[in-house]
């Protein structure tokens, strides 16, 4: 079942929030589902991959966080994708060749605002 922001939040505070607090749970409520919303999932390689500024000559796309399916553990590393070869390359722009694979993970290295 699908639900609504409002419909989540009303079967929420009914079970949970007490009516002194109703207005403040609220708020922060939506501002928590806004949050979450705007976070960055995990994109399957035969999906999608990290943009390439064409322009660049190096074909590479910017440092992004990578869970090889060869490798068989998932310790996202941080690599770039090279156009050109096809390939995941170490951010320092070392060719570490790491053929792409359909299964391989990546996402876009997270921004903390303080």
């Known amino acids: 079942m699908k639900q609504t922001l409002e419909e989540a939040k009303r079967e929420y505070i009914e079970k949970h929030v007490s ?4 207005a403040s749970f609220g708020a922060a409520f939506e501002a928590g589902v806004k949050w979450k ?7 399957k390689a035969k999906d999608q991959l990290p943009d390439v500024d064409e ?3 190096s074909e590479q796309s910017e440092p992004v966080l990578v869970i090889l399916s060869a490798k068989g553990h998932y310790e996202p590393e ?4 090279n156009k050109y070869y096809h390939v995941w390359d170490t951010a320092d722009a070392d060719d570490y060749s790491c053929n792409i694979s359909d299964d ?11």
């Open 37 to 43: 919303s705007e976070q960055s999932s995990w994109i």
């Open 55 to 57: 322009n660049d000559i």
């Open 78 to 81: 941080i690599l770039v994708y």
């Open 104 to 114: 391989d993970l990546w996402m876009p290295i997270p921004k903390f605002n303080e």
């Open 19 to 22: 009516r002194n607090e109703y």
